[in-house]
DNA sequence: CTTGCCCCTGACACTAGTGTCAAGTTTTAC
DNA sequence: GTAAAACTTGACACTAGTGTCAGGGGCAAG
């Protein structure tokens, strides 16, 4: 499937596709001419990799746990495994002071609901 | 209280607290030489736009939402409140959605510990 | 009075992902 | 074979909060 397709098909702009290359995230066969042509695996990739920067991870930190996605169970992951940890008790976290924002919105809420 | 302490009390950089009032979202009182002068309530104020921020909030929504937070349960408030409302709504989606996230982050490590 | 620390404004830089434009090439459709 | 649509690379802009530096003023302790 050529860039178009893929843009259509996963929502993000032909422009984010390329920078995603750039960056090492995914990757692509090239026709004699030079147009990208990618995989159907690449779609569920590409929708993981939103998943990933809306949760606030950057490009380099999900190149570092690239391995642990591509190649799970082999050694070379150590370091991959372990920034997965990482991000996983770093979400944690967000998510609990998330949960706590959210508390406090809505007593706010409450609070200028009896009007 | 001057600006350095309320950095010290809060965590936030003496930089951040100006550029939170040039946004509207504290004030303080002014020495005639022109110091900043700051309210002992700015505290807990700041930590709460901290917290707001750190929800994704950005200034110009939060200034939406000052007079929920500074005058409940008045008439002026009516488009605070919906703007506090949308953010609350958009708030619990991106909870559900990292929670999502979450979950695949434990898949992947679970599939990676098997070494 | 002077030393040292804190404060003031204004300006410029940075990040990081994305939008957008330009100029040129390739593919597709008629 | 020609026109339209899609692709290429490269470059520049934007956002928004923060860091940092420059040049100047304020204020307390010695």
Do not use: K, W
């Not at 642990?68 to 998510?95: F, K």
Request: glycine fraction near 6%; aromatic fraction near 6%.
């Amino acid at each position: 499937m050529r860039i178009g397709e893929l843009a259509a098909a996963t929502g993000v702009s032909a422009r984010s596709l390329r920078y995603y290359e750039q960056q090492g995230l995914i990757s692509s066969e090239r026709t004699p001419s030079g147009q990208r042509i990618y995989a159907e695996s690449v779609v569920s990739r590409v929708t993981f990799l939103q998943r990933l920067f809306s949760a606030g991870l950057s490009s380099r930190t999900i190149r570092n746990l690239l391995p642990c996605i591509d190649t799970p169970s082999e050694e070379s992951t150590a370091a991959s495994l372990d920034t997965l940890v990482r991000e996983r008790d770093r979400l944690v976290a967000h998510i609990d002071d998330l949960v706590y924002t959210r508390g406090r919105l809505e007593q706010l809420i409450e609070a200028n609901l009896d009007s």
